[in-house]
């Protein structure tokens, strides 16, 4: 079986493109007719399908590997932990769940990819519906300790209040940038023309 397609996809690092390189292999294959099941890189096409947040063709994909693969390929139950925890918005459980998944040189840079864009996220979250949080709710959102939450937070701008321990979020000017579409200018000043005249 040649995977050659999803191993460059990896290598050039273009982790958004996976999930449908995987899938389009697997539909080709298919066609072909072609026993793949016992060398499919599940784990891989699992883990790319949640990196793109596409979580229900990763559940469709899990319901349909082979248990014998489940049961003898423990990075595939693995990756579907990190599934089920975002499926069940469990931010910390998302972490716990990368944490304590301990993957293969070849998914390793995929896993890491998903993990540091999944914290950018909370992140980002975390500056939209918040003013003011606790440390360790950070921390939680986050998946770092405390102190590594409170670093990573004040690197972006935000100050600790030492009365009440809580982190004040820096929020960040919304710039909007109006752009001149030069067809409806010349619109508007036909129109404006046409009702001084």
Not at 4 to 26: F, G
Not at 57 to 73: D, H, M, V, Y
Not at 82 to 106: E, M, T, Y
Not at 115 to 130: D, R
């Amino acid at each position: 079986m040649d995977f050659s397609a999803v191993t460059a996809v990896l290598a050039s690092k273009s982790y958004d493109k996976v999930a449908d390189v995987c899938d389009n292999l697997m539909l080709q294959v298919a066609a072909d007719g072609v026993a793949y099941q016992d060398e499919w890189p599940y784990a891989i096409h699992l883990l790319a399908h949640i990196y793109v947040h596409d979580i229900n063709s990763a559940r469709f994909l899990w319901k349909s590997i082979p248990s014998s693969i489940k049961e003898t390929q423990p990075e595939v139950p693995a990756v579907w932990k990190i599934g089920q925890k975002l499926w069940l918005r469990d931010n910390a459980g998302v972490h716990q769940a990368i944490r304590a998944f301990d993957c293969s040189p070849q998914l390793q840079p995929l896993l890491a990819a998903f993990s540091e864009l999944y914290t950018k996220e909370m992140f980002q979250l975390l500056l939209s519906a918040y003013s003011t949080i606790s440390i360790s709710d950070a921390a939680l959102f986050l998946g770092m300790n405390e102190d590594d939450a409170t670093n990573y937070v004040l690197q972006q701008g935000w100050t600790v209040d030492p009365a009440s321990q809580m982190l004040i979020v820096k929020k960040q000017p919304v710039v909007t940038e109006q752009k001149l579409d030069p067809s409806k200018l010349q619109r508007l000043t036909e129109y404006v023309f046409h009702l001084e005249h």
